[in-house]
């Protein structure tokens, strides 16, 4: 039972316009967001999150945009840049008994092509 | 340096054979994770751990076991590895942010059973 689905596992976007990645989540207790960025041969790296007391939160090129009531998180890139060719993930924590753990998405492998 | 490493970075091992595989950290996070990716499925959490004497287990635990000899270290065992154990395995550290679990990923370790 996939509780974080990513449902495009790949997406090509030209450089220097808008890559925007999506995900789609079941369980209505998650409350904190991640998206995660991997390059072959490295584990992934922490890119941006969102709490869901907010519906927005934006760092340099990327923002990350939260629907609760459609249960759907986007990840904006703009410009999107060769460097953004990755892999990423998204993912979401609900308490459990004080702890917090991630519920990873299947990924999407992002091409940005010249 | 980096921060979260794992030994060996890859290993190929048959049927049979009792494996470890050995986190280190020296971010100083009292929480430690392994996980594994699969195509198409992701990560998925394997066992955590939120102190050296706290050990859960995640999703897939069976078949599998961990020890974690101090803070700093996390070992994930196979006692009897098997052909669909073969994946990327990372480890991660985070320590607990406000709302969020930010985790940190080593750089894997890809393991094939024979």
């Known amino acids: 039972d996939q509780q974080v689905k990513q449902n495009s596992p790949s997406l090509s976007v030209q450089e220097g316009r808008i890559s925007i990645l999506n995900c789609d989540y079941t369980?209505?207790?998650?409350?904190?967001f991640l998206w995660y960025k991997k390059y072959p041969a490295e584990g992934p790296t922490f890119l941006i999150s969102?709490?869901?007391?907010?519906d927005k939160n934006e760092d340099g090129r990327f923002t990350v945009f939260l629907n609760k009531s459609a249960k759907h998180l986007s990840l904006h890139i703009v410009p999107s840049q060769p460097g953004d060719s990755a892999v990423y993930f998204c993912?979401?924590?609900?308490?459990?008994?004080?702890?917090?753990?991630?519920?990873f998405g299947q990924g999407t492998r992002l091409t940005i092509n010249p | 340096d980096a921060d979260v490493t794992q030994t060996p970075r890859n290993r190929i091992t048959k049927t049979g054979k009792r494996i470890m595989l050995e986190c280190s950290q020296t971010?100083?996070?009292?929480?430690m994770y392994w996980y594994r990716q699969d195509p198409g499925l992701g990560l998925r959490l394997i066992y955590y751990?939120?102190?050296?004497?706290?050990?859960n287990k995640g999703e897939i635990s069976d078949g599998y076991s961990v020890s974690r000899q101090a803070q700093a270290k996390f070992s994930l065992s196979l006692e009897s590895a098997i052909p669909n154990q073969t994946a990327l395995y990372f480890c991660?550290?985070?320590?607990?942010?406000?709302?969020?679990?930010?985790?940190?990923f080593g750089p894997g370790t890809r393991l094939t059973v024979l």
């Open positions: 991660a550290t985070s320590e607990l942010a406000g709302l969020g679990d930010t985790q940190y």
């Open positions: 369980n209505s207790m998650f409350d904190y």
């Open positions: 969102i709490s869901s007391i907010k």
């Open positions: 993912a979401a924590s609900a308490p459990d008994q004080g702890a917090q753990k991630l519920v």
């Open positions: 971010k100083g996070h009292d929480r």
């Open positions: 751990s939120f102190d050296v004497k706290d050990i």
